[in-house]
């Protein structure tokens, strides 16, 4: 089992920044691949963010491509989103997810473990 807690998550003006952060425990956390998704409400969850066990390869959905940037800290068992630049349409329920594969990494059914998700509000 892989324990997520995400934090950073808050209200915030258009053309701001936040920074999440997403805390795993249980396993060992360079074995596994890396998600952000979000869930806006009446929407279906979508995929944001990924990154790689090694943080080799980093993959965006292009609503935010330019604006939010994903990295992760192995020593210390974290994964952080970036986002900058935020638009109100940012505003959703964001989650952090961890993987085996670096495959097909938008679907969010390949995703084992997931975190309870922290609010994000951005206001016009």
């Known amino acids: 089992q892989v324990q997520l807690v995400e934090s950073g998550g808050g209200l915030v003006q258009a053309g701001g920044s936040l920074r999440l952060s997403c805390a795993a425990s249980?396993?060992?956390?360079?074995?596994?691949?890396m998600g952000w998704f979000r869930q806006a409400p009446g929407k279906e969850r979508e995929f944001v963010a990924s990154?790689?066990?090694?943080?080799?390869?980093?993959n965006y959905a292009d609503s935010v491509k330019g604006r939010f940037t994903i990295s992760r800290d192995n020593a210390n068992s974290t994964v952080y989103l970036q986002m900058n630049s935020l638009k109100p349409e940012d505003t959703a329920v964001y989650y952090c997810?961890?993987?085996?594969?670096?495959?097909?990494?938008?679907?969010?059914?390949?995703?084992?473990?997931w975190g309870q998700g922290t609010q994000v509000t951005v206001s016009s």
């Open positions: 997810a961890a993987r085996v594969a670096y495959l097909n990494v938008i679907d969010s059914r390949g995703y084992n473990y």
């Open positions: 249980g396993r060992i956390f360079s074995n596994y691949a």
């Open positions: 990154i790689s066990r090694a943080s080799v390869v980093t």
